[in-house]
Nanobody
Framework: QLQLVESGGGLVQPGGRLELSCAAS??????????IGWFRQASGKEREGVAY????????YYEDSVKGRFIISRDNARTTVYLQMNNLKPEDTGVYYC????????????WGQGTQVTVSS
């Protein structure tokens, strides 16, 4: 079963930017046939979707809360999915996770440990 690992979080001031990475555990594991989603969970709140990508064709979709500010992409080798976050706001604070779409169960799964993003002055 695919296991994902997130990285790249940190502390940033409002208006700043960060880039998160999501890759499968193990070296160079291909994500080519998967749909990957970025999610976040703020303290005391449920996990919510942020952005999604079909790794094979690069098709992307964004939730309204991040549209125009975040960009989801994948590398040419299709082993890593990125989330570039621009013009960050305090409400973007949370633990960010990536998950893989399970067609049979119709849900995202294989969450990693997440990476903390804190937007604060």
């Amino acid at each position: 079963q695919l296991q994902l690992v997130e990285s790249g979080g940190g502390l940033v001031q409002p208006g700043g930017r960060l880039e998160l990475s999501c890759a499968a555990s193990g070296f160079g594991v291909s994500l080519d046939y998967y749909k990957i989603g970025w999610f976040r969970q703020a303290s005391g709140k449920e996990r919510e979707g942020v952005a999604y990508i079909s790794v094979r064709d690069g098709g992307a979709y964004y939730e309204d809360s991040v549209k125009g500010r975040f960009i989801i992409s994948r590398d040419n080798a299709r082993t890593t999915v990125y989330l570039q976050m621009n013009n960050l706001k305090p409400e973007d604070t949370g633990v960010y996770y990536c998950g893989v779409w399970n067609e049979g169960r119709e849900e995202y799964e294989s969450w990693g440990q997440g990476t903390q993003v804190t937007v604060s002055s």
